[in-house]
């Protein structure tokens, strides 16, 4: 006597999206884009870490992601995960520089004892 086979026991097929009409988008399953998540998380990191070196990064792997996904309409669904890696970016990059600059000042002050 066997067992009668649920719907998560089997593999889950995956089909290409089908192109679509001009004014129709394309149907079917859409993809995670990797990078967006990546600098989802490298923004997150810099930001929530303090490791703000990372934010750069983020920044620039988020805008070529949002590239991607503006170029290929219908095919990615992160579009969202991509811009708030991309402006997580911009935030931990101005404040690395605004760091650079204090630090700069700071490092000024001691050398040439001007206040």
């Not at 884009?33 to 983020?58: N, W």
């Not at 503006?70 to 101005?94: C, E, F, H, W």
Request: with cysteine; aromatic share 8%; proline share 8%.
């Amino acid at each position: 006597m066997s067992t009668p086979e649920r719907p998560t026991d089997r593999p889950q097929q995956f089909y290409p999206v089908q192109p679509g009409f001009p004014d129709r988008p394309a149907y079917g399953v859409l993809q995670d884009h990797s990078r967006a998540t990546v600098s989802l998380v490298l923004g997150l990191v810099a930001l929530c870490a303090g490791i703000i070196v990372l934010a750069p990064v983020a920044w620039w792997l988020g805008n070529q992601a949002v590239r991607e996904i503006d170029a290929s309409p219908g095919v990615y669904n992160n579009r969202g995960m991509a811009q708030a890696g991309k402006i997580l970016g911009i935030i931990g990059t101005v404040l690395l520089i605004l760091g650079v600059i204090f630090l700069l000042g700071m490092i000024a002050i001691v050398v040439f004892g001007t206040v």
